[in-house]
């Protein structure tokens, strides 16, 4: 079940992604959440990595609607809810940078993969919305 389909059986009524986004905006996760030291990437350091041209997959583990909002024309969508049965699509030897909102779905998507193996991933720290503040202010922060 989405964020949003369960904040709309909480409020009991349908909302719309804008006022969905709305209501995540006056309850806001808190910004740059981590995956612990050595998991993390910053959006200037990522942003420079891809500008070297090195081989990163960018996987987005938000829900369909919050992609809706904001996204990075580079990323792949997989939602955190079925990463686990799609991580045969994910090889381990890529470099791989999770992303979610703001860090935190991301660390919990990191931490799915290196129980599985993976050791080349990386955790977007503060997520979609640090690339909007620190790399492309064109992207709405939400």
């Known amino acids: 079940m989405s964020n949003q389909?369960?904040?709309q059986t909480l409020v009991g009524?349908?909302?719309?992604?804008?006022?969905?986004?709305?209501?995540?905006?006056?309850?806001?996760?808190?910004?740059?959440k981590s995956a612990g030291e050595g998991w993390d990437i910053t959006a200037k350091d990522l942003e420079a990595?891809?500008?070297?041209?090195?081989?990163?997959?960018?996987?987005?583990?938000?829900?369909?609607?919050e992609w809706n909002i904001s996204h990075l024309d580079q990323a792949e969508l997989i939602p955190l809810g079925s990463l686990a049965a799609r991580m045969d699509?994910?090889?381990?030897?890529?470099e791989i940078v999770l992303m979610c909102?703001?860090?935190g779905r991301s660390a919990r998507a990191l931490?799915?993969?290196?129980?599985?193996?993976?050791?080349?991933?990386?955790?977007?720290?503060g997520g979609i919305n640090a690339w909007a503040r620190e790399v492309d202010p064109k992207l709405p922060v939400y």
């Open 5 to 7: 389909t369960v904040f």
């Open 13 to 32: 009524k349908a909302m719309s992604d804008e006022a969905f986004a709305k209501a995540l905006t006056q309850n806001p996760e808190p910004a740059l």
């Open 49 to 65: 990595r891809l500008r070297q041209g090195h081989p990163i997959r960018l996987i987005d583990v938000r829900e369909p609607h």
């Open 89 to 94: 699509e994910l090889d381990p030897t890529e």
């Open 101 to 103: 909102r703001t860090g």
């Open 111 to 125: 931490d799915l993969l290196r129980t599985a193996g993976f050791r080349k991933i990386r955790n977007l720290k």
